[in-house]
């Protein structure tokens, strides 16, 4: 757990522990901020590990519980609005608008972003630090 690919790059811990983003961060809490009005501004801090003290010590497996709930906390949420509120529902975060084109972030592009592009990156960085310490790919 405490492996990376090279040195200065993050841990296995280390990724794992950024994907659960902020301790205190509850992702519904965070998704019902969306809104089709008045675009709440959202100040995401990008590269930040939130490695505490408790994630320290976590095991993998514990790791994957967190992130699997967390998954599944979020699609459950999602599931119950509709395509049309999936779109209209948005906030503003300004870092998107590097990558993205601009800071007004619907519920469908940020979830897209997170799951498509942020969680498949990292599943990558992962794979590159499996690689390092000469583990078998994962199936």
Same mark, same amino acid.
């Given at each position: 757990?405490?492996?990376?690919?090279?040195?200065?790059?993050?841990?296995?811990r280390e990724v794992l522990s950024h994907?659960?983003?902020?301790?205190?961060?509850?992702?519904?809490?965070?998704?019902?901020?969306?809104?089709?009005?008045?675009l709440p501004l959202v100040e995401l %801090?990008?590269?930040?590990?939130h490695l505490t003290a408790e994630r320290?010590?976590?095991?993998?497996?514990?790791?994957?519980?967190?992130?699997?709930?967390?998954?599944?906390?979020?699609?459950?949420?999602?599931?119950?609005?509709?395509?049309? %509120?999936?779109?209209?529902?948005?906030?503003?975060?300004?870092?998107?608008?590097?990558?993205?084109?601009?800071?007004?972030?619907?519920?469908?592009?940020?979830?897209?972003?997170?799951?498509?592009?942020?969680?498949?990156?990292?599943?990558?960085?992962?794979?590159?630090?499996?690689?390092?310490?000469?583990?078998?790919?994962?199936?």
């Amino acid at each position: 757990m405490e492996q990376s690919d090279a040195p200065g790059r993050w841990s296995m811990r280390e990724v794992l522990s950024h994907l659960l983003l902020m301790p205190s961060w509850e992702p519904v809490a965070f998704l019902t901020q969306f809104s089709e009005r008045d675009l709440p501004l959202v100040e995401l %801090e990008p590269g930040q590990s939130h490695l505490t003290a408790e994630r320290r010590t976590m095991t993998l497996q514990e790791f994957v519980n967190a992130l699997d709930l967390q998954r599944r906390s979020v699609l459950a949420y999602l599931e119950g609005l509709s395509d049309a %509120e999936l779109q209209q529902r948005k906030v503003r975060i300004p870092v998107f608008k590097q990558f993205m084109g601009t800071d007004e972030i619907s519920l469908a592009m940020f979830t897209g972003a997170m799951f498509d592009f942020h969680w498949h990156g990292h599943a990558s960085q992962l794979a590159k630090i499996r690689n390092a310490i000469g583990l078998p790919e994962a199936k």
